[in-house]
């Protein structure tokens, strides 16, 4: 049956792309094998989970006035500050070794999202410490250092869920 069709192509298995891994790496590889697949998952769940704190306990600062929660944010907002180029950095390894540094789209949407994060932070930190009583005031500096808290959900939010594509791809019906 099938000779009656014309040949139109031999398939053929193409090896994977090449890419030189200098010694240590491929020794540190070998050595530890899940550091192929899991640094950068392994790592990004604390700035996340440091991101989102920093926003409960202000808003349970607002709530309660009680200054030992707003003191946490700005801890937690510190450790954020700390683990994020960690994430990052361990992020562009995971790119690199298991996506070829390919540009796809999640990894186009998450850096730069990631410094913008990073930035946001290090203001809001730096704008604590010199203004220790932020949130205790009222007018504009008050609303924009709120404005600047909470605009770290939305943001961590979607780099979330862009990484989580990539782990757990959506199934289009």
């Known amino acids: 049956m099938l ?12 090896k994977g792309e090449e890419r ?3 010694a240590f790496l491929a020794q540190l590889l070998k050595q530890f094998p899940f550091l192929k697949r899991h640094p950068h998952p392994m790592t990004v769940h604390f700035p996340i ?3 989102f704190t920093v926003m409960l306990f202000t808003v349970l600062y607002l709530i309660t006035g009680i200054r030992g929660f707003e003191v ?3 801890h937690c907002l510190g450790a954020g500050i700390l ?3 960690v994430a990052i950095a361990t992020g562009y390894f995971t790119w690199w070794l298991n996506y070829y ?4 789209r999640p990894v186009r949407i998450k850096i730069p999202l990631a410094f913008t994060i990073w930035i946001i932070s290090a203001i809001i930190f730096i704008w604590r410490i010199a203004v220790p009583d932020i949130l205790q005031t009222s007018g504009p500096p008050h609303m ?3 404005l600047l808290v909470f605009s770290l959900i939305p943001i961590i939010t979607v780099i979330g869920w862009f990484g989580a ?5 959506i199934e289009e019906e």
């Open 144 to 146: 924009i250092y709120l």
């Open 83 to 85: 683990f994020t180029p």
């Open 3 to 14: 000779d009656r069709y014309p040949q139109v192509g031999i398939l053929k298995e193409e």
């Open 165 to 169: 594509t990539m782990t757990f791809p």
């Open 49 to 51: 989970v440091y991101t």
């Open 72 to 74: 946490t944010a700005l």
């Open 101 to 104: 540094a390919k540009p796809l």
């Open 20 to 22: 030189q891994i200098p």
